[in-house]
């Protein structure tokens, strides 16, 4: 079992409409999550974080977070064509070691 | 703030050459760094973590003489990608975290290395 996992998509959606992204985490322990986006030939950039339980909001984002079912997510709401990018998961176990996941590739068509 | 420059950015040179890419934070204390290599269309992978003034810890199946790694002040890091060939080229990133458990790394924008 890997220990971050996030679905390797492509997920498409259309302008205007909400991507969620989901991703599960092996690690019980883990105390902080991340959200990064990398464009193509780009390195990534954060983009969200969350430590606690239940939603954080930052603009057309939030994650979410549910430590019982080792998940976490982020929707983006009214997307857009310059979302298109590939949303990596991050969780640390709290010893400075953070795994990644290896990312969803989001399409937003016009 | 969490700015981390990495220099350069683009490297094009003969195999057998050595190429030093730098890591710097530009405005906090980086008390950890890592490296990574990430091939087209692939994940990142972990190359190494560094500690300042420590050796650094290399993931598995990644050769130490080959890629050394400094870390020799809180503010810089350094890959020296030793005798280079083909098979070495790759986008190598580095990241940069301060010095409370569970914060994020921030990323450097990247040095894309081509070995002809």
């Known amino acids: 079992q890997k220990e971050v996992e996030q679905n390797s998509g492509p997920l498409s959606v259309p302008e205007g409409a909400i991507a969620s992204l989901n991703c599960t985490y092996s690690?019980?322990?883990?105390?902080?999550f991340f959200w990064y986006r990398q464009y193509s030939g780009k390195s990534p950039e954060l983009i969200m974080f969350i430590y606690s339980n239940g939603d954080k909001e930052d603009g057309r984002f939030t994650a979410q977070l549910n430590k019982a079912s080792q998940y976490v997510s982020l929707l983006i709401r009214d997307s857009q064509p310059s979302d298109s990018a590939t949303y990596l998961c991050a969780v640390n176990n709290g010893n400075n070691d953070m795994r990644f996941g290896a990312g969803t590739r989001l399409t937003v068509k016009p | 703030g969490a700015v981390v420059s990495q220099h350069p950015s683009w490297v094009i040179c003969k195999s057998g050459t050595s190429v030093k890419i730098e890591c710097r934070s530009l405005d906090f204390q980086a008390t950890t760094m890592f490296w990574y290599r990430q091939f087209p269309k692939q994940s990142l992978m972990l190359m190494a973590t560094s500690n300042e003034g420590s050796k650094a810890t290399y993931e598995q199946g990644v050769e130490k003489d080959k890629f050394l790694i400094n870390h020799a002040s809180l503010t810089l890091s350094t890959l020296t990608v030793t005798s280079a060939h083909p098979e070495d080229s790759s986008f190598y990133i580095c990241s940069a975290s301060g010095g409370a458990r569970g914060q994020p790394q921030h990323f450097g924008d990247g040095t894309r290395l081509s070995i002809l």
């Open positions: 690690d019980r322990g883990s105390q902080s």
